[in-house]
């Protein structure tokens, strides 16, 4: 992830952070006329969403007999994340962020010792209401590429090496609403990643996939009060 | 302006696997020796540069295996180090021309042999204005193989080769005391000469780790 790439999400948030405000003061008027409808574990016209916006940190732990597993151990990452609801509780998304590593042991994976990976991906997923202030969310990725950015090696003159991998991502989320429009998250992803990187035979299972987790928590913005499709139909 | 780059460009999505074991010359497992992989090393017994793309060490048994980075070179290396103990070995190839379809080098047994340290000591005590010119003929402890593809290059390799170094004594210089590593057993050859008279010779078989030589003339 770049500086750029996070300067632009920090200016979005800003801008979705204002717009929201302006639509929670908008909406506000509007529903001092509606009746009131009680929660729903699957549904809630009340508490519909259009857009949400996430931004956050996360720790990555890395796990399993492959070669983020034993090579890699987790440090940091940030994430920003933007999804639409497009009927009731049901959204897609786009998410970009990062993961840092420390290497721990360069006799499993080569001489450096660190490792950034750039995480895209888009995903989809559903939103439950168990109480009036949670929402609890599961989502997938449905397409996501992953950036091995490999850093920190015993000459400046080597200054990084790249791998490349496919992300799958099943993650869960609860968001706690301090406003209407404003939460605080927690969340939990499972991350695997299908490398590319070209191994000999006996390899294969080492390289061929990393796992890691991530335990996250973050800021959610929310805008507008109808999913797409509803705007349409109704 | 053009901006030359001595930036090292190493293969994206790549790894490979360097293996083999490493026994001295009775046949014994060596340990914890060193094995790097390296580019842009250079041909001489210390590196010119440590552009190290994997490291690891052998295990009781004396095998290793070692995952590595991997970077297309002219001058890719792995480097053997057996420690002070031990001699040196360096698998050299031209890995732009040359890259193992399994991507690994096995180096099978590499064999290191046991080294020495050979300390000497050369002291007037004849008085001044006597002179003496020696040399030390000795072989070193470094092993370089050089590699068309799977074809040994004795042309570029250079292994166990012969070394000389000699000194000229006067009133400037009388004395000296140095040291130099060999491999154990070796022979080393002292030759020398006293004050311009013809040259003598002396064949020193090094049967000690630390094999102290003194000399008065």
């Known amino acids: 992830m770049t500086l750029r790439s996070i300067t632009n999400a920090v200016c979005f948030t800003c801008i979705c952070l204002y717009s929201s405000i302006g639509f929670a003061q908008e909406l506000a008027i509007e529903n001092e006329f509606e009746t009131t409808i009680g929660s729903d574990f699957f549904d809630s016209e009340q508490r519909q969403r259009f857009f949400a916006m996430t931004i956050g940190g996360h720790k990555p732990f890395t796990s399993g007999d492959n070669f983020m597993g034993k090579g890699l151990e987790g440090k940091s990452g940030i994430d920003f994340k933007f999804q639409m609801y497009v009927y009731k509780h049901f959204f897609i998304g786009l998410a970009t962020g990062a993961s840092y590593f420390d290497v721990k042991n360069q006799e499993l994976v080569g001489s450096y010792r660190k490792s950034r990976i750039a995480e895209n991906y888009a ?3 559903y939103e439950f209401l168990p109480t009036d202030k949670l929402r609890l969310g599961l989502n997938m990725s449905i397409d996501g590429d992953l950036d091995y950015k490999n850093t920190g090696f015993s000459t400046a003159d080597i200054a990084e090496q790249h791998d490349s991998a496919k992300l799958n991502r099943y993650g869960v989320y609860l968001h706690y609403e301090l406003a209407s429009h404003f939460m605080i998250y927690v969340d939990y992803a499972y991350n695997v990643s299908k490398t590319n990187i070209d191994v000999p035979f006996q390899l294969d299972d080492f390289f061929g996939k990393g796992k890691y987790h991530s335990i996250g928590v973050g800021l959610v913005f929310t805008i507008g009060n109808r999913d797409l499709i509803s705007r349409f139909i109704n | 302006m053009t901006v030359l780059s001595c930036e090292v460009q190493l293969e ?7 293996e083999g074991t490493i026994r001295d010359q009775d046949n014994v497992p060596i340990s ?20 190290i793309l994997g490291e690891g060490y052998s295990n009781a048994d004396g095998h290793f295996s070692v995952i590595s980075l991997y970077d297309g070179d002219e001058d890719f290396a792995i480097e053997i180090d057996g420690g002070d103990a031990y001699s040196t070995y360096v698998y050299k190839t031209n890995t732009l021309e040359f890259t193992p379809l399994d991507l690994t080098f096995n180096l099978e047994t590499v064999n290191l042999k046991k080294t020495a340290t050979f300390n000497y000591d050369i002291v007037r005590t ?7 010119s020696y040399s030390f003929k000795y072989l070193d402890g470094f092993c370089l193989e050089y590699y068309d593809g799977s074809t040994l290059n004795e042309y570029q390799s250079s292994c166990y080769q012969e070394h000389v170094l000699g000194q000229f004594l006067n009133d400037n210089n009388p004395d000296t005391e140095w040291l130099f590593s060999l491999p154990l057993g070796e022979v080393v050859t002292f030759t020398y000469s006293i004050n311009d008279e013809p040259e003598q010779t002396e064949f020193i078989t090094i049967n000690q780790d630390n094999y102290d030589f003194t000399f008065n003339y």
């Open chain 1, 123 to 125: 995903y989809f997923g």
């Open chain 2, 12 to 18: 994206a999505n790549t790894r490979i696997l360097v």
């Open chain 2, 32 to 51: 914890e020796a060193k094995i790097s992989v390296l580019t842009k090393r250079g041909n001489y017994s210390s590196s010119e540069n440590q552009y």
């Open chain 2, 126 to 132: 004849s008085g001044t204005s006597n002179t003496l």
